[in-house]
């Protein structure tokens, strides 16, 4: 079993940043691929970015790229999300997820394992 504690979120400008931390415990293994979501309100949950932690490949949804960056930290089981030049269409709750395998998914049902979210709102 798997769990993901997310941490980092709050309340910042429109072009200012953060940096979401999502904490794995558990028994996490090399050929686990992570991920973040977000949901906003009335909205289904979308596929932010996603990182393989063995080899820390990335694969970003194009409405990041370029401003958001993944990353991670074997030593702490902790896997980040960079969020630079946030636009207040990026408020949302963001979910960290855990998917047995190499490979990344980019839909929700692809994961195993998620965290509770953090709220991240920016305003104009």
């Known amino acids: 079993q798997v769990q993901l504690v997310e941490s980092g979120g709050g309340l910042v400008q429109a072009g200012g940043s953060l940096r979401l931390s999502c904490a794995a415990s558990g028994r996490i293994f090399s050929s686990y691929a992570m991920a973040w979501f977000r949901q906003a309100p009335g909205k289904e949950r979308e596929f932010a970015a996603a990182?393989?932690?063995?080899?820390?490949?990335?694969y970003y949804a194009d409405s990041m790229k370029g401003r958001f960056t993944i990353s991670r930290d074997n030593a702490k089981n902790t896997v980040y999300l960079q969020m630079n030049s946030l636009k207040p269409e990026d408020t949302a709750v963001y979910y960290c997820?855990?998917?047995?395998?190499?490979?990344?998914?980019?839909?929700?049902?692809?994961?195993?394992?998620w965290g509770q979210g953090t709220q991240v709102t920016v305003s104009s």
């Open positions: 997820a855990a998917r047995r395998g190499i490979r990344w998914a980019v839909t929700p049902s692809g994961y195993d394992f």
């Open positions: 990182i393989n932690w063995s080899t820390s490949s990335t």
